[in-house]
């Protein structure tokens, strides 16, 4: 009966669900229209607010399909038909993906065909977005839509929710500044997959048991007590203990043992730093926004034992500064290093942001330093590359690129599109290939070793770039490949998949902060 | 057909039901009456498997009320007052609808009721009136040719016209079915009751066959020679005594033609004549009604 079932909710949300469909459609096609440069301002903004009202949309229908049949309630005419409840769970779930993530499957698939992707890669990137959208928000929200009767109890009770979630996540944010980032440190890091990962499986859990208690039993009010329990197991996920998470990253290590002779030290013959160059972004506008609230201590670190072409990124690093007598002075995150491969076997400086008022009590003290890192080495895996004026190519394995001169003429502006999440690392250099002379390269990590991709809306493509600077505006730096070589120069773009996870810890006996502050 | 056994029904710290205990004989037309909140519905929708009891047992077509499945449902029909149906579906998609459910159904069956209720199958559930979807809620309930039917106030709100309507629909298809009919006014029933019971606040005052309710009571007139004034002791199957001038009057709830003179001559003195006259079951129903509030029935 449950194609029956199907039929008749087809006639009743037909209307709905072809005007959810075309809200997707609509995304993909401005998202398509937008191509890689995102030049059309209407466009870009369209492309803000559309994602946006296919997400509430999506939301409402799946509410509207498990309504019409809702469980909740003793007056619903299918109470007291020989309706099978499993063929109906069955039935509304095969509606719900069919109907809500059948639109953006179709959708993903036919933007990446579009892009003249092929059918696999396409398929594929359809494929894990659909997942992605079934596990993240169909299902939870199918699950929560049949422990209410209807769009406005929906509503209230999705308000409480609402309420609860950004209650608790006020108080995880406040918790996690008290800890100095401590607490909260896998979300948005390379290894936040694992987080999703369990979010998605108690997710499957939840839905088991909710619409089991839902469907087959009646339950309201004990599935409404699961919502909410899950709910906040689901929010606790955050502070999954970076260890853990890691730990089971370093097990999926593509090549395990591969940083074995990865050394990390701190090397007191640097000296102190003094100048602003090689200064993190992140660091420079924290004191923007904190001033007088830290500290900036640099301490000189030196790397070595890294192959050829490798590149190393750091994913956390866990500062504590004991003064004499063991007591814990600070506990705190140090800022993120990338090494590329120029940088790698020579020395950089780890940056940790000490709390003014830590720093004045400790800083005439002998303290003792210990850094944990958890890193992950690259290798190279291929290298491409684009004409750097008016490039457009599509790269087999890699994606599609373009290139054009950005509007000040101090840049090559490289974008470029790959069905799925993309390379994790890249750097990129301009290179003349009439006399071989090359730029100093720039590098882009971000850091995610998820083994799928996806995200509650968009098109499942990874759209990433960069711009590789040839003239310096203040002129104080000269680059070997400059403006006039542009026409026989590529931008070469080297791309690093992970190798190894893996952990160092550096530990600094004795230190007197204050000799580590910046210039 | 139906067994209720010490059934109970809790909303929070209210009481829906306590203590409910009837049974619906098979082929019976039973009715279940009851003021407005007596627990009528709340027994029904226990029954139908909608809620589940908080103690006691319910069973019908030999199976516990939890337990009702779709076997049971398949011989079930079921209208009510309150019943929520696809308000977008027309009359006709939702009985092609609900038809493969159903065995049983008799698409032939299905048309007369159709025509005999003048129900229009292209209209929308929703454009429907209150009536109408009443009338609806019947056709949706006949077709299969259920053993039992079960019916929740379908009389509420109906005009005359449509309440006839209803009742011959119902009636003509009645045949060997089992009919569980509830009402808060006992004059709607009359005519197609086979057995009565009588709820209050959750509580069975009693249940019994029509022919015996109407058979057992008899309103009473005894005309005296002298001012009349209330026996100090009556039995107590005399209800609601009362004296105006030298007559007085009292219903007799185990009404006997043949010992009723000799009862009332041992009772009170002076009697110059007797008269009795069978009830209306609206009268029968006040006078339970309200003897089960002042603690006698």
């Known amino acids: ?371 944990d890192y958890s890193l992950t080495l690259f290798g190279l895996r291929q290298s491409y590359s684009v004409p750097a004026l008016g490039g457009d190519e599509r790269m087999p394995g890699f994606g599609w690129c373009e290139t054009k001169m950005n509007e000040t003429e101090t840049a090559v502006e490289l974008r470029c599109m790959q069905p799925g999440k993309g390379p994790t690392c890249a750097t990129l250099f301009l290179e003349n290939e009439a006399n071989g002379l090359r730029n100093p390269p720039r590098s882009s990590c971000h850091g995610d070793y998820s083994p799928y991709s996806g995200w509650y809306f968009g098109d499942n493509m990874a759209h990433f770039g960069a711009n590789v600077p040839f003239r310096d505006p203040s002129a104080l730096a000269k680059f070997p490949v400059d403006g006039p070589q542009l026409p026989q120069s590529r931008v070469v773009i080297r791309v690093y998949e992970p190798e190894d996870h893996f952990t160092r810890q550096v530990e600094i006996p004795q230190i007197k902060l204050k000799d580590w502050e910046a210039q | 057909m139906i067994l209720v056994e010490n059934l109970w029904k809790k909303f929070g710290r209210f009481d829906a039901l306590r203590g409910l205990s009837f049974e619906v004989p098979d082929g019976s037309a039973f009715a279940l009456i009851g003021a407005n909140g007596a627990g009528k519905t709340t027994t029904i929708k226990v029954l139908m498997n909608i809620l589940e009891p908080t103690r006691g047992s319910a069973t019908l077509l030999g199976v516990d009320s939890r337990k009702v499945s779709p076997r049971e449902l398949a011989q079930i029909g079921y209208v009510s007052e309150n019943q929520d149906m696809p308000s977008r579906l027309t009359v006709g998609e939702y009985v092609a609808y609900l038809r493969p459910f159903y065995s049983t159904w008799d698409r032939g069956l299905e048309a007369s009721i159709a025509r005999q209720l003048r129900l229009p199958l292209e209209r929308k559930i929703g454009d429907l009136s209150h009536g109408m979807r009443m009338k609806m809620a019947l056709m949706c309930a006949l077709p299969y040719r259920p053993k039992l039917l079960i019916l929740d106030e379908p009389f509420s709100g109906l005009d005359p016209l449509v309440r006839d309507e209803f009742m011959e629909g119902l009636l003509d298809q009645a045949g060997e079915m089992t009919i569980l009919i509830s009402s808060h006014e006992l004059g709607e029933i009359d005519g197609v009751a086979t057995h009565v019971a009588f709820l209050d606040e959750g509580k069975l005052l009693f249940q019994e066959s029509m022919s015996d309710l109407t058979g057992r009571f008899r309103e009473v007139r005894v005309t005296l020679e002298s001012e009349a004034a209330s026996p100090k002791q009556t039995p107590k199957e005399w209800m609601e005594i009362r004296t105006i001038g030298n007559v007085l009057t009292f219903v007799d709830t185990q009404f006997d033609e043949n010992g009723l003179s000799e009862r009332v001559h041992s009772q009170i003195a002076g009697v110059r004549g007797i008269e009795s006259q069978p009830m209306a079951l609206r009268n029968i129903f006040t006078t339970l009604a309200r003897a089960a509030r002042d603690g006698g029935a």
């Open chain 1, 1 to 371: 009966m449950v194609w029956h079932i199907f039929k008749k909710d087809w006639k009743l949300a037909w209307v709905f669900v072809l005007v959810v469909s075309v809200v997707h459609w609509i995304d993909s096609a401005i998202t398509y229209k937008l191509g890689l440069f995102n030049e059309d301002p209407m466009l870009e903004m369209l492309a803000d607010a559309v994602p946006m009202l296919a997400f509430f949309a999506s939301m409402f229908l799946i509410g509207a399909i498990v309504h019409l049949d809702s469980i909740p309630g003793v007056r619903q005419d299918w109470l007291v038909r020989p309706i099978s409840r499993r063929d109906l769970v069955v039935e509304k779930f095969v509606f719900v993906v069919l109907m809500v993530n059948g639109p953006i499957f179709a959708a993903v698939l036919v933007q990446g065909l579009a892009h003249k992707f092929s059918f696999r890669l396409s398929l594929v990137a359809a494929m894990w977005q659909a997942a992605y959208f079934l596990f993240a928000f169909t299902l939870p929200l199918f699950s929560f839509a049949s422990v209410t009767r209807n769009m406005t109890q929906a509503f209230i009770l999705g308000c409480g929710c609402t309420f609860i979630i950004l209650g608790f996540q006020t108080i995880a944010s406040y918790l996690n500044e008290r800890a100095h980032g401590t607490l909260l440190t896998i979300a948005w890091s390379g290894v936040g997959w694992v987080g999703e990962t369990t979010r998605f499986a108690l997710s499957v859990a939840a839905a088991i048991i909710i619409l089991s208690l839902q469907y087959f039993r009646r339950k309201t009010l004990i599935s409404r007590g699961v919502v909410v329990l899950f709910g906040l197991v689901l929010l606790a996920t955050q502070f999954i203990p970076w260890k853990a998470a890691f730990a089971i990253e370093q097990k999926l290590s593509p090549k395990p043992g591969a940083a074995t002779n990865v050394v990390v030290a701190f090397d007191l013959g640097l000296g102190k730093f003094r100048s602003p160059s090689g200064l993190g972004v992140s660091s420079e506008q924290g004191r923007r926004y904190n001033p007088g609230e830290h500290t900036s201590v640099y301490l000189p670190l030196q790397v070595a034992g890294t192959h050829k072409n490798a590149f190393l990124l750091t994913d956390l690093v866990e500062v504590r500064l004991i003064v004499p007598g063991g007591k814990v002075a600070f506990h705190g995150r140090g800022e993120r290093l990338e090494f590329a491969e120029a940088a790698l076997n020579n020395l950089a400086y780890q940056e940790i942001q000490v709390p003014a008022s830590v720093y004045r009590d400790i800083k005439d003290q002998p303290v003792r330093a210990e850094v």
